[in-house]
């Protein structure tokens, strides 16, 4: 794609005829597809060997994802992106690829831009990354919120401490206070509704 060797991180279609047709769109452009189960191994050898990869990580996480906020509520999120950089030390491109009018025809933009030195000192880096990535995708879904799939219910998953009626746990608040954007209005908004 654009003279780069780039993989995809994708989960296949249910319908095969469909999943078949926009697998041969993608491949037909270069863009290899990893499939979404088993293909770990696959990305690190893959980022081994100076392959940009890119995923698109805004669905819901399940019990297994890191919750971090999203639109001012927790979100399970997944933290395959932050896992895989922080191994590798390599950085994070969030980019967005807006529909234009046409056929297959988009605008790319960088959103944010992730290095390892912007995590390096972060008490938490992980939750760090994770937070940055789905604030990145805030932007990106506000400056066109037609095209996002809402339908991807992001905060079905909640908490433990939610569920069993608690309040929300001190060192989540220090996660999410130490995060260089959390304004003090953002942080009474997550943390209220649990008090």
Same mark, same amino acid.
Do not use: F, G, M
């Given at each position: 794609v654009l003279g #780069? @060797?780039? &993989?995809?991180? &994708?989960?296949p279609l249910d319908n095969? $005829?469909?999943n078949e047709w926009i697998l041969n769109v993608r491949q037909k452009h270069g863009l290899q597809i990893v499939t979404k189960w088993g293909g770990v191994?696959? $990305?690190?050898?893959? *980022?081994?060997?100076? =392959?940009?990869?890119g995923f698109i990580a805004d669905q819901n996480a399940g019990g297994r994802g890191m919750f971090v906020p999203f639109f001012g509520r927790l979100a399970s999120t997944y933290k395959s992106i932050g896992l895989l950089a922080m191994r590798y030390e390599i950085p994070i491109a969030a980019v967005h690829a807006k529909r234009l009018d046409g056929d297959f025809q988009y605008e *790319?933009? $960088? =959103? +944010? #831009?992730?290095?390892?030195s912007d995590w390096g000192?972060?008490? +938490? @880096?992980?939750y760090y990354i994770t937070a940055r990535y789905n604030r990145a995708m805030e932007e990106m879904i506000r400056s066109a919120p037609e095209q996002y799939l809402w $339908?991807?219910?992001?905060?079905?998953?909640?908490? &433990?401490f939610e569920l069993e009626g608690k309040p929300m746990p001190k060192n989540l608040i220090r996660q999410l206070e130490s995060l260089p954007w959390m304004t003090e209005k953002e942080l009474v908004r997550l943390t209220d509704c649990y008090h």
């Open positions: #780069y @060797p780039i &993989a995809a991180l &994708a989960r095969a $005829l469909l191994s696959v $990305l690190q050898e893959l *980022i081994s060997s100076n =392959t940009s990869v *790319i933009s $960088l =959103t +944010d #831009y992730i290095e390892p000192q972060q008490e +938490d @880096p992980l $339908l991807h219910r992001r905060w079905k998953s909640r908490p &433990a």
